[in-house]
């Protein structure tokens, strides 16, 4: 079977879409993913030089471990990652102390004020207060409550924005005239600001901003309420939220929102249930850069509990974090979508995500 077939059913002129998302990527977005993971790896340096993690020790060691060195129950993930990570690198020689700094300020000439990069600066600065417990994780990603960084990650970096793009593309295709539009896990409105600047003069009967925080609904509001159909609502993938039963869109999307899910299934099949008949599930997200590989910043992302505090099974997630395509279109399958497809999104052999999309309730619209 043509491994293109479903994409076809999704995207009949693949290749067209396929260079329309090459030329979306910024140019530097497989150079920066790079240069964060190796931002990532000393970050891991830093971790393991400060406590003493033995080379001996395994991420099986991890809970004695953490109890033995004072290290915090919120912070064993990241740990966890650290020692998973030099391990994946075959327990490097370490590098003194002060090198990340230095190596940020080169990265930083290099490509200029990406937000990653700050990102990797910020977490550094806050991993020993987070290991002990003097700061949560969450307050060393958005100190004081700020989101800046937050947002301008989703935004500006030339790796993240490639999902919010690649997701616009793949709703602008798959939207009918006249359609209506569910985005959930919105956020900071990268996916949102990235589809209405794509669809911008054609006929969009309603798009649904959601997500479960207050504070990023009321930040959008600001930003988007000079568009007369976008609607905002609380929505919560694991249920409970203001959402009527009845909602029936044509395409649910979300960037990289869809992995934040305690669970999966649960999640999907929610989803599901509130697109039309032969309506479509978009997901673009993230993925670890080849299966056996893990995703280097997961030891960022790890500061926040939503990123690991998840329901693991061995058929979809094995562990915390992006998932690698072939899972999702597994998990898509499993939740009963048809015409499953995942178009990776890459460049220079760098796999950096992907846009994944089924169809509900299988039939033709
Ligand atoms: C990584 S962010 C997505 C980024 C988003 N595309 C943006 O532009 O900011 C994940 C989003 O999912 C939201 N979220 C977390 N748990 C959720 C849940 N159970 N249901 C719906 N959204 C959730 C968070 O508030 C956050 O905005």
Redo the contacts with the bound molecule.
Sequence with gaps: LCPDVGLRVALPDLDAFRARLDRSLHPDAAAVAAEVDRLCLHVCFKVAAEYGLPRTATPFMLEPLCRRLGIVREAEYVVGIVLETLQEEGFPHMPPPDELPRLCAKARERFGDEPFIRLVERCAGGVRAFLVGERRGWDVVFPRGDLEL??DL??RSAVMSAF?KAAALAVDALVPDGGEILE????????TAAFLDRVDGRPIERYLF????DT?LRRARRRFGDRPFVDYAR????GDDDLGLDLQVDVAV????LH??RSLPAAVDRLRRMVRPGGWIVAAEGSPPAPGRSWRPNVLFGFLE?WWNVETDPAFRSAPGFLLLEAWEALFRHSGLTDVAALPIEQSGRRLGGVVVGRAHGGVR
């Design positions: 937050w947002a989703h935004h919010s959930f896990g919105a956020g900071t409105g990268a996916g959601t997500d479960v925080s990023f929505f919560d993938l694991e979300g960037v990289n929102a934040v899910a939503g």
